[in-house]
């Protein structure tokens, strides 16, 4: 033990920040390789999506409680990176009533997303004094009115989101490779929460929360430290998104991303960091794959017409799949590892023969 650490906790979390770094590095690699725009806008969604994904489970994944509204966090981080990136030139036109230290400033992509992240924990540490206090079910039903709360005031707070007209002129600065170098971060915070005291008492609430407190568990501070590192990763993720889209409304971070991003842990399984990547990627497989029938196909002399929704049933239908063949979700409560001590012997024995 390091103060309270566990050393092979550690151990563990870092070879699998290394393995998975070395499978998204791959990933990476091989785009720039291949220099196709298509595929490079899908692995740069993908590394930012995951992100996103993660940020969830951080929360959800660690402490069993189903929240609905991490997404407004997206949200509230999205917004704020945006503002403080948006050109000067630009705000003039598009948001000219918002404070005038704002309209003069622009911090770069890295400064506006710390900012926001910051921004985003203030508010969450407000918001969950009081959620953090709630029974299990309870804080989920709060964390829903959270999420219809956010959306309300940025799509009313019109001197400053422009409303349902959304905010544009982002500067774009997000390529496959700062997306990476995002997600190992997130990554890295994600692995090193779980492997620590904080990670651990929270997750022992999860599976027994009579137990915990006749340990001397004091729910509500984990908890509530859960719930502000969730909401930091998650508005650092959506700066990270709003840099890529560049134009974006309040309609993106409604029930449509609540669902995709649970349904991504589900799949995937919500106890594991690493099952929160996999499960990003069967699921964005499956959309890329599903969504040409939402416009309808050709095939041959066959015609197929539109079938609206269909990437909504099709992840519905996995989520159902999932809950009943392996309801813990593709890597369970496990961490991926490349056997790395395994080659290590086998190499030692190669070069001796």
């Given at each position: 033990m390091i103060s309270g650490w566990s050393r092979r906790r550690l151990t563990s979390a870092a070879r699998s920040w290394l393995s998975l770094f070395i499978m998204a590095a791959l990933l990476v690699i091989a785009t720039n390789l291949i220099k196709n725009k298509s595929l490079t806008l899908v692995v740069t969604n993908f590394l930012i999506y995951t992100s996103l994904v993660i940020a969830y489970q951080i929360f959800m994944g660690n402490s069993g409680i189903v929240s609905f509204g991490q997404v407004a966090f997206f949200g509230i981080g999205a917004y704020s990176a945006s503002i403080l990136n948006i050109p000067p030139a630009v705000k003039e036109i598009a948001l000219p009533t918002?404070?005038?230290?704002?309209?003069?400033?622009?911090?770069?992509?890295?400064?506006?997303?710390?900012?926001?992240?910051?921004?985003?924990?203030?508010?969450?540490?407000?918001?969950?004094?009081?959620?953090?206090?709630?029974?299990?079910?309870?804080m989920g039903i709060a964390t829903f009115a959270l999420l219809v709360i956010v959306y309300t005031v940025i799509h009313n707070w019109k001197a400053v989101t422009r409303g349902g007209l959304g905010i544009y002129g982002i500067p774009n600065v997000m390529t496959p490779n700062f997306a990476l170098v995002g997600l190992m971060i997130i990554v890295g915070v994600a692995l090193l929460y779980k492997a620590s005291p904080l990670g651990l008492f929270v997750q022992g609430a999860r599976e027994d929360p009579l137990a915990a407190k006749s340990l001397g568990n004091h729910l509500v501070p984990v908890r509530l430290v859960c719930f502000v590192i969730g909401a930091m990763v998650m508005a650092a993720g959506g700066g990270m998104w709003a840099h890529n889209v560049r134009a974006f409304g309040p309609s993106s971070f409604f029930f449509h991303d609540t669902f995709t991003m649970i349904a991504m842990m589900v799949i995937g399984g919500q106890a594991s960091v690493s099952g929160a990547i996999f499960g990003s990627g069967v699921v964005t497989i499956v959309s890329e794959a599903i969504r040409p029938l939402e416009t309808g196909l050709e095939i041959g002399k066959m015609q197929i017409p539109e079938f609206y929704g269909a990437v909504q049933l099709s992840l519905a239908v996995l989520i159902l799949v999932t809950l009943i063949l392996r309801p813990e979700g593709i890597m369970g409560v496990k961490e991926f590892n490349i056997p790395f001590s395994q080659w290590k012997k086998k190499l030692t024995s190669w070069k001796r023969k």
């Open positions: 918002i404070p005038p230290f704002l309209q003069q400033m622009q911090t770069g992509a890295i400064l506006a997303i710390i900012l926001a992240s910051i921004l985003s924990g203030l508010v969450a540490l407000l918001i969950g004094i009081v959620i953090s206090r709630m029974q299990e079910n309870a």
